[in-house]
């Protein structure tokens, strides 16, 4: 028998009292009946924000997604929003994805934000969250809200926050908003909407937002070099579908292939074990579409939209999934040389990834003489540059995890205005006599060879918390000598704010914003980092190798001595 923590019982009979409904008291009397260790997870800590905003599993509990938790949020942002904007009318956007509750949700929110005067403009159905991040600069609001948990289970839902530049937010704002959220009784919050403060949109916002994703997507691709070009493409029952076929068709590509099966927004992602363009299994459906019609290119895009996995042919002329560091550099590249071709690289332009992503951005960068930024994990950290840096020029963006940024007319990762990037760049290497692939295989020529992995280690529930800060833990009190038989030459502590020359003792400050994040460096050229997942119960280790390639024709053995090395790594960090 399983006995609730008192502390943890003293959190439960808060919500057994008359603030909170009546179906939700019954739901907790029920769980404590029969399943004291679900109500145990469900209340043992409150929700809180990630790189991703908020994200959890859907259900009763301060651990949970539900009215009270996001109701509490809104009303603590509502708060926030009359303390910085005086005499003002606040205004916010809302958008919800294809999940289960979303909708619900999102209305929640909106008569939460209407209740404490602030005005509301609610998209009357599901839409991709860059058209949040859009629309929050084009209707001049205050902040925006889109209810979503990405690519996670079924079961998870999330609430993420932008504010008035188009990004998530970030300092100062976070944590003064979380500190407004945290003295907020649930008792406090206003539910009772005022319905004339909350304005539907859509159609006339979509037009706007898609047309703009054209013009940012699009670089001069001959009209016979998009008829040339055939694409499937895949929603994987996501927000997608009512955004990136418009796209594609106003911006002249005629021959998409949609995977049927998987067009209809559906919460449950019933075809897909998961709705991860990460994950090979996503795509499966799509790849083999891909052979009956012999397609050029695949793409699929998680369930809000904000990232893209991509499949082009090999030089064997098979379809291969590229991961996220190689569609970047290969996107990166392409928008260089854009900017080159038209003149406009003035040497005031920069491009930003983050701390986990491949060396290789930057060195891509440097040919092109065009300053590369690095920040944390997350574009949110790349919208507070290209706010902080308004005397310079972004171009373009991305992270390990298949997202990407095309200029700023957006102010997150963007899958809407990637895929036709990604169409733009494989339509003109088919035009001269080249692929996506190629194109890949001559930057690892041009600028070495790198190879990277992503081992991701899932540890649930409050025994797999602690798990994953005791592993955090050891790597920083007894790092490696070596890895792999290479000697340990520098290590980048993200939460002291220090890298640490190992031969020489030698210490630097970092001055990118505290984060859990630590990065060890080798003789040889890899680097390993370490960082626990903000939106999933998962540590990660991101391992990076390089060499060089001399000729397209060592593509291969050179590859398998990249991946040999990669599966030396694991074993010897014991990460198998």
């Known amino acids: ?155 998870y839902n999330g609430y993420k926050v932008y504010w008035q530049d188009g990004g998530q937010l970030v300092p100062p704002h976070d944590d003064a908003i979380i500190n407004e959220i945290n003295q907020i009784d649930y008792a406090d919050i206003k539910f009772e909407a005022k319905s004339e403060l909350i304005h539907s949109i859509g159609r006339d916002i979509d037009e706007v937002f898609i047309n703009a994703a054209v013009k940012n997507g699009s670089f001069n691709t001959p009209q016979v070099a998009k008829d040339d070009l055939t694409i499937v493409f895949t929603s994987l029952h996501g927000t997608s579908i009512v955004s990136v076929p418009e796209t594609l068709k106003r911006a002249g590509y005629k021959n998409v292939h949609i995977v049927k099966e998987q067009e209809v927004p559906d919460g449950n992602f019933p075809t897909v074990v998961s709705p991860n363009p990460e994950e090979p299994e996503a795509l499966k459906m799509a790849l083999e579409l891909a052979e009956k019609v012999n397609a050029d290119i695949v793409i699929g895009t998680d369930p809000d939209c904000d990232r893209l996995g991509v499949a082009v042919r090999n030089t064997e002329n098979k379809l291969q999934i590229l991961n996220g560091n190689q569609s970047m550099v290969v996107m990166t590249d392409f928008l260089l040389k854009q900017w080159k071709k038209a003149d406009k690289i003035k040497g005031k332009e920069f491009v930003a990834s983050t701390v986990v992503s491949t060396p290789m951005f ?28 308004k005397h310079l020029d972004f171009i373009g963006g991305g992270e390990e995890s298949f997202g990407f940024m095309v200029g700023d007319f957006v102010r997150d990762k963007d899958a809407v205005t990637a895929t036709l990037l990604a169409c733009e760049i494989a339509a003109q290497a088919k035009a001269n006599g080249s692929s996506m692939y190629e194109e890949l295989i001559d930057l690892y020529i041009n600028h070495g060879f790198y190879k990277e992995h992503l081992i991701a280690l899932t540890k649930k529930g409050i025994e797999g918390a602690q798990e994953i800060k005791q592993v955090m833990i050891d790597a920083r009190e007894t790092p490696p000598k070596t890895i792999n038989g290479s000697k340990v030459i520098k290590i980048e502590d993200y939460q002291s704010s220090i890298a640490k020359n190992i031969l020489t003792g030698e210490e630097v400050a970092i001055t990118i914003p505290k984060s859990n994040v630590l990065i060890y460096y080798t003789e040889d050229g890899t680097k390993v980092a370490l960082r626990p997942s903000g939106t999933e119960p ?39």
Not at 89 to 117: E, M, W, Y
Not at 122 to 149: M, W, Y
Not at 370 to 384: D, H, P
Not at 552 to 573: F, H, N, R, S, W
């Open 538 to 576: 998962k540590i990660k280790f991101y391992i990076s190798v390089n060499t060089t390639l001399n000729s397209t024709a060592e593509y291969k053995a050179t590859e398998a001595q990249l991946d040999a090395k990669i599966d030396a790594i694991i074993k010897d960090m014991k990460l198998n």
């Open 362 to 389: 930057s060195t891509i960068a440097a040919a092109y003489q065009v300053e590369s930024k690095i920040v944390l994990t997350g574009f949110k950290w790349i919208a507070k540059l290209i706010h902080d840096l």
């Open 1 to 155: 028998m399983i006995h609730i923590k008192p502390e943890i019982l003293k959190r439960i009979n808060t919500w057994l009292t008359p603030t909170f409904d009546e179906q939700t008291q019954q739901t907790i009397k029920d769980s404590i009946a029969n399943n004291p260790q679900d109500i145990q997870e469900s209340f043992y800590k409150d929700l809180e924000f990630g790189t991703g905003g908020m994200r959890g599993i859907m259900g009763v509990g301060t651990n949970r997604i539900n009215k009270y938790t996001l109701g509490k949020n809104t009303q603590g942002l509502s708060n926030y929003l009359h303390q910085s904007f005086p005499n003002k009318t606040p205004r916010a956007v809302i958008a919800f994805d294809c999940r289960h509750n979303s909708k619900s949700l999102a209305q929640v929110v909106a008569d939460v934000f209407s209740a404490n005067g602030v005005e509301v403009y609610l998209f009357e159905d599901l839409r991709p969250t860059p058209q949040l991040s859009f629309a929050l600069k084009h209707l001049n609001c205050h902040c925006g809200i889109v209810l979503t948990a990405s690519h996670n289970p079924p079961e």
